[in-house]
């Protein structure tokens, strides 16, 4: 069974950093695109970056572009996603999703309807 399961949720000032991990089981990560949305009170969904099945493709929105990373240890199974300069607009709710339909050099970071598997979330807030 595929799962997907967020970590490192935390409350930072805003310029500070975070880390959150996205451990998946049931698959590994060669066979998916991992994305990471996140979604703030009042506001849609955002899909704000992904990674590709092999793990060399990633793609951001542009309101993070520079300040977040994406990355993944195929060993331990876990994508992260390093987020640096953190400002109080990225306080929201973090998902990260598995899509099994996009393989290899790409992945679907504005069609959250793509993904199969969701994590549960987990709270990002940045103090002004």
């Known amino acids: 069974q595929w799962q997907v399961v967020e970590s490192g949720r935390g409350l930072v000032q805003s310029g500070g950093s975070l880390r959150l991990s996205c451990a998946v089981s049931g698959f590994t990560l060669d066979v998916a695109a991992i994305g990471w949305f996140r979604q703030a009170p009042g506001k849609e969904r955002e899909g704000v970056s992904c990674i590709g099945s092999n793990g060399l493709y990633t793609n951001y929105a542009s309101s993070v572009k520079g300040r977040f990373t994406v990355s993944r240890d195929s060993v331990k199974n876990t994508v992260y996603l390093q987020m640096n300069s953190l400002k109080p607009e990225d306080t929201a709710v973090y998902f990260c999703?598995?899509?099994?339909?996009?393989?290899?050099?790409?992945?679907?970071?504005?069609?959250?309807?793509?993904?199969?598997?969701w994590g549960q979330g987990t709270q990002v807030t940045v103090s002004s």
């Open positions: 999703a598995a899509d099994q339909s996009t393989l290899g050099d790409m992945c679907a970071r504005r069609s959250p309807d793509t993904y199969d598997y």
